[in-house]
């Protein structure tokens, strides 16, 4: 070979080289100067949760910069959107030494594992941003219907009020029926919205607050009762089991050994009543105090004034005494007696039958002679003239 022809091949070389070194640096000069931005590259979120990034194009370079933006490395089953000036967009030119806009709206799935997910951000030739998203538990794709408070206690004649939350966390729009299986004569009722309802819609991915009443029956025995409740489609469904530990009924009836309500007094005396105060309930009744309400004057005492306990089925005997005011006129009157603990309580409504003392009458008759005799008195005097 030629003198000529190597040096003919080392300047092509030369000429080759040159051009590949200068086109590397110019790309990488390019690269250098458009920056993506977000302060939130990392972050948790639960299945089903919408992500919406603000993320800037930075230009530094002093030039015209088109940045063609995309979206790789996301996981099967995520989606996104990429906006700016209420735009869907595809890229975003950038004046010298400026910077752009532009949201991603990233759309995690309901049916996703729980993990680490890394994606790209990227505009193309120029800049990469590398996300991370943390889905913080197990996605499923199905209905959820829970409460905080599963269990409640209390007396048979109680209403228990559950708060509970249906949540649709599948991708449809969902009305749910609601059902229980409640023991026969048990009265539940759902309400949502502060509304009795018998069927809810419950969008995407979202949750409707739902309160559960459940009514047992008075006479319940005491003991733990499960109440199951549903949410159903067609499609989908979810159960919750509650439970009531009834303690027992409260019932208390206050009357007579015969059943006699009515009595008779004199003016200014007193009658002594046998009462019977009875437990009729499943709870035991304690302090159960003695009270009363009487016309003006009157008084009501009892013996005794307190009844400590008394279990269901069990009766007491209790004497109250009435005394009617002195001066109390012929005539009925109403005195009100009542057994009454915190939970419970009855009244008994006595008739009372007041009749004037045998002195009382003999001294109004002495009265209304004497008032005739001063009369005849007068006519015989003065009659005449």
Known sequence: MSVRVKRLIKFLSFLFFTGLISGG???SCAAQSVTLYTPYTKISVPPGESINYSIDVINKSGGLRTA??????????????????????????VLPGEKKNFSLDVQVPL??????????VQAKGLSRLPLTVEVSEQGTFKTEFSTDQANMEGAANSTFTFNARLRNRTADNQV???NTYAPPGWNVTFKANYKQVSSVNVEANHTQDITI??????????????VPVMAATSSTSAKMELEVAITGSYALELTTPQGLLSTDITAGDDKRIALV????????????????????????SFEPKKVAQLEPGQTAEVFATIKAADKAIAGDYVTSLEAKTPEVSSKAA???SVKTSFWSGWAGILI????LGSVSYLFKKYGRR
């Open 111 to 120: 049916k996703v594992n729980k993990g680490s997910y890394r994606f790209l």
């Open 176 to 178: 749910y029926a609601l």
């Open 277 to 300: 105060v009875k437990n009729k309930g499943s709870a035991p009744l304690r302090n159960i105090n003695m009270q009363f309400a009487a016309p003006v004057n009157w008084d009501v």
């Open 213 to 226: 009443e459940v009514d047992p029956p008075d006479e319940l025995k005491a003991g733990k009762y499960k």
């Open 350 to 352: 006595f008739r009372v």
């Open 25 to 27: 640096f110019h790309v």
């Open 368 to 371: 209304i002679l004497a008032a």
């Open 68 to 93: 063609d933006i995309a979206v790789t490395g996301l996981p099967k089953g995520w989606s996104y959107e990429l906006k700016s000036g209420g735009w869907k967009i595809d890229a975003l030119s």
